[in-house]
């Protein structure tokens, strides 16, 4: 574990830490916060530690977590043990930290619905572009290979019911890049009892859930699985509260953050409309916290 410090907000000391071992990432530590932020990115396996920043600079500390790839770890979101969040919030808790939140985008959205849904000591989700449901493995195992397809996720050594995708299905390019939303669509469609088995039971949890997507999400239909998760939550009585905009895409902007786009699938959306609608709900997310 390395270390240095640094001011944010002109007084807020904040220690930044290298984690390895049985935990892996960035920790930004603020002295006596008691309110703990873990943030998990998407497919990219990129550790997050602009982001991480962003959350120490509300005073709280923020864990931009390594779930995948790392020295360990599965090298793809491949049948990835939810018992990984567990221990990050297990180490939150042991300095100090008595509120846990997760902030996710896209994968790490799903994984944290499904860690809400299992561990009580949640007490906050932002789940960003998020999914309903739980998907295969994007990328190998721990034995090197990717198909047949998995479970993104396991608990207690059992994968999670996840729902296939079809692998006739024919792409669609929006300026030379792959649209995936069809696929997911598409599937959706053909699987429906694996779509029932896979729902991710948002309703299990008490933690609030603020769920942000774009109308012109072009990776997958987040925003109609965000509608789908409000559903669910209603049904059993707890409230969601949904942030959306119709011309932002995938790739959603918090305050400060240039995060590229990808090149080897398209995101929809635009530069201002992701950050807009990343401004927008960056003020229920300090909210949160």
């Not at 930004?28 to 962003?54: H, I, P």
């Not at 029932?196 to 925003?223: F, N, Y």
């Not at 990808?262 to 916290?289: K, P, T, V, Y």
């Amino acid at each position: 574990m390395a270390a240095f410090r640094l001011e944010l907000m002109g007084e807020q000391e904040v220690t930044e830490e290298i984690l390895s071992g049985v935990v892996v990432g960035t920790l930004l530590r603020c002295a006596d916060a008691t309110t703990g932020v873990v943030v998990l990115s998407g497919s990219s396996g990129r550790v997050d530690v602009v982001r991480a920043r962003l959350f120490a600079s509300q005073h709280v500390s923020a864990l931009a977590l390594q779930w995948f790839s790392g020295e360990g770890q599965v090298p793809g979101i491949c049948e990835i043990p939810l018992e990984t969040f567990f221990t990050a919030t297990d180490h939150l808790v042991r300095l100090g930290c008595r509120r846990i939140v997760y902030v996710g985008t896209s994968k790490g959205a799903e994984a944290s619905l499904l860690v809400a849904a299992r561990d009580p000591r949640v007490d906050a989700v932002v789940a960003i572009g998020p999914t309903s449901v739980v998907w295969g493995n994007i990328g190998p195992g721990r034995d090197g290979i990717s198909w047949p397809e998995r479970s993104s996720w396991t608990l207690a050594g059992q994968p999670l019911p996840f729902v296939p995708t079809d692998p006739n299905w024919t792409p669609s390019l929006i300026d030379g890049l792959v649209s995936y939303r069809g696929l997911f669509e598409h599937c959706l469609k053909i699987f429906p009892e694996a779509v029932r088995g896979a729902a991710i039971p948002v309703e299990l949890t008490q933690a609030e859930i603020v769920l942000v997507a774009g109308g012109d999400d072009a990776l997958w239909p987040s925003l109609a699985f965000a509608e789908a998760i409000m559903r669910r939550r209603k049904d059993a009585g707890k409230s969601t509260r949904l942030v959306t905009a119709p011309n932002a895409g995938h790739r959603i902007l918090l305050p400060g953050e240039s995060t590229p786009r990808s090149r080897l699938h398209a995101h929809g959306g635009s530069d201002d409309a992701d950050a807009s609608l990343g401004r927008e709900a960056w003020d229920f997310i300090r909210d949160l916290l």
